[in-house]
């Protein structure tokens, strides 16, 4: 999203800036030690010490004090499979799919949000694994996909992948989910690549996304839109220029705890679990900048509000009363203007519902899959 970007972005710099500080008080002790200033030269060797502290380890603390406990909660972790495979794309990317649960149930492909992977599914995973067939793809460069040659992160070289994955996979009558960027991708295929050659699409879940370019849909909406070419344009190409710089940059940042408050406040509504928090973080961290930076690119030109009337299939709209992402508002048009929608507000929510709010989100879910019908039934 735009303003992660931007948000990560100046968080990156303030983490930079600790190490010379340090270094800065630290000089300042090594001179003024032994001498009249030696109250200053003590102030400035715990300053150093504290910042020390911060730059290795904030993010245990930040983490705790900006979450809450939540009894019989199940942590989130990283999972994995045996059932997996690639397959590979004219663009030479290779995209990576995960199979969990009942091998003969009703197929649902997840596709996850930008700067994320298919871990994020986690609690969802869990939840319905049981009764459904469970498809997991990771966007083209984020998880254990690959980055196309041609650096087309365009929502139409998403939607053609999910594409593929379905044709590959050869489900009949699949339920697409998607989360944020995610969402965007099903719609873009919903919408963009229709073909009557195609096998049908059962139903989609779109959870804490949008219908167009996310600045338009943002917290700060105004301010994002003009600020899009002049400012935001250009940090998405010095990122992709100084990527791997950034990286470890970002990496400083999970571990003092920056990354941490950043993805409290815009992601989560502050019921999160520390555990939660952190998992969210790390999988942002994971992502690389250049990827993320490209992707957000490809939302710049993404819009199909004058589509949304032909989308046919049965759509379940999740949305969250306290996104700062895509504001609730996005999704509110979709349900008016998607023939066949019905939406359902977390509360409280924000743009990680599906890992704060799990229960309901999954609740909400699983009933509108029991809805559908027979007449819809694999």
Not at 91 to 110: A, M
Not at 220 to 229: E, G, V
Not at 350 to 363: A, D, M, P, T
Request: glycine share 6%; charged share 20%.
């Amino acid at each position: 999203m735009p303003f992660l970007l931007l948000a990560f972005f100046l968080i990156d710099l303030l983490s930079i800036a600790a190490p010379f500080i340090a270094y800065y008080l630290w000089r300042e002790w090594n001179e003024f030690n032994g001498t009249a200033a030696d109250g200053y030269a003590d102030r400035c060797l715990y300053g150093a010490i504290a910042l020390l502290l911060y730059i290795l380890v904030g993010k245990f603390l930040i983490k705790t004090l900006v979450s809450k406990r939540r009894k019989g909660e199940e942590e989130p972790h990283m999972f994995d499979t045996d059932k997996k495979e690639t397959i590979k794309r004219p663009d030479g990317s290779l995209i990576n799919i995960e199979y969990y649960g009942k091998e003969d149930g009703q197929p649902i492909i997840f596709v996850h949000g930008w700067n994320a992977n298919i871990k994020n599914w986690f609690y969802q995973r869990k939840h319905f694994q049981k009764d459904y067939r469970m498809i997991m793809m990771d966007l083209a460069g984020l998880g254990k996909s690959t980055r196309p040659k041609n650096k087309d992160f365009s929502l139409s070289k998403m939607a053609a992948d999910l594409q593929a994955v379905i044709d590959h996979t050869g489900v009949k009558n699949p339920i697409l989910w998607g989360h944020s960027m995610g969402g965007m991708t099903i719609l873009t295929l919903l919408a963009k690549h229709k073909d009557p050659n195609r096998a049908a699409i059962k139903a989609a879940i779109l959870e804490h996304t949008t219908y167009t370019n996310p600045v338009r849909t943002i917290i700060f909406s105004r301010l994002m839109t003009a600020i899009q070419k002049p400012i935001l344009t250009p940090l998405c190409y010095l990122i992709i220029y100084l990527s791997p710089l950034i990286w470890l940059f970002r990496w400083m940042s999970y571990l003092n705890g920056n990354s941490h408050l950043m993805t409290r406040w815009l992601t989560f509504a502050g019921t999160q679990t520390p555990k939660q928090l952190d998992f969210s973080t790390l999988l942002s961290t994971m992502a690389p900048p250049a990827v993320m930076a490209r992707g957000v690119l490809g939302m710049f030109r993404y819009d199909v509000t004058r589509e949304l009337p032909t989308i046919a299939v049965p759509t379940l709209i999740i949305a969250a009363n306290k996104d700062r992402l895509t504001r609730p508002v996005a999704s509110e048009y979709m349900k008016k203007h998607i023939p066949n929608a019905k939406l359902v507000m977390v509360t409280p929510g924000n743009h990680q519902g599906l890992i704060e709010r799990h229960r309901e989100v999954n609740k909400a879910a699983e009933q509108f899959m029991q809805e559908l019908g027979s007449d819809l039934s694999i």
